[in-house]
C-alpha cells in the first residue's frame, strides 16, 4: 500500500463507521472509527518513505502495529500534536479519547454514546484529530 491508499482507506473506513453508527451498530462504529485514525496515521509514515530511497527496517517493522500514540511517534508528529493541544483544549479531549482506541476493541462492547463520542474526537472540524493529520499527509 501507498500513502493515497492509507488516505482512501482511512475515508472509507470513516464513511463505514458513520453508516454503522447510524444504523444502531456501536461497536462496529467505534472498532472502525479507530481504523481511520490508524490508516491516516500510516499516510503520515509513507509520507516520510521518499522514493527509489530503500527503506529504514526498523521503521518498517514498527509501522506493523495498531498502536496509534506509536504511529503517531513514528510519523514524527508528536510533538506537533501535543503543541497543538496546548493551544486547544478540544484537540486535548479528542487525543484523550482517541489514544485508548486499540484493535482489540473488536472483543469489547461499546453503547451509542461512546461510539458517538469516538467519532466525534476523530472527525470534528474543530479539534478532531483526522481534520489535524489530514492537513499533514
Not at 467505534?30 to 503520515?44: D, I, N, Q, R, T
Not at 495498531?66 to 487525543?95: C, N, T
Not at 469489547?108 to 466525534?120: F, G, P, W, Y
Amino acid at each position: 500500500m501507498n500513502r493515497i491508499d492509507f488516505q482512501t482507506v482511512a475515508e472509507v473506513r470513516l464513511e463505514e463507521s458513520r453508516v454503522l453508527l447510524a444504523a444502531g451498530f456501536s461497536e462496529g462504529a467505534y472498532y472502525l472509527a479507530g481504523y481511520a485514525v490508524e490508516c491516516a496515521l500510516k499516510s503520515c509514515i509513507a509520507k516520510r518513505t521518499r522514493e527509489h530511497d530503500f527503506p529504514d527496517k526498523k521503521l518498517v517493522n514498527d509501522s506493523h502495529t495498531h498502536d496509534l500514540a506509536k504511529l503517531l511517534q513514528l510519523a514524527e508528529l508528536k510533538v506537533d500534536l501535543e503543541q497543538a493541544m496546548q493551544g486547544s483544549p478540544a484537540m486535548q479531549s479528542s487525543w484523550d479519547a482517541i489514544q485508548d482506541w486499540s484493535e482489540t476493541s473488536r472483543y469489547e462492547r461499546k453503547n451509542l454514546q461512546e461510539a458517538t463520542d469516538l467519532l466525534e474526537a476523530i472527525d470534528d472540524q474543530k479539534g478532531g484529530l483526522l481534520p489535524w493529520i489530514r492537513s499533514r499527509w
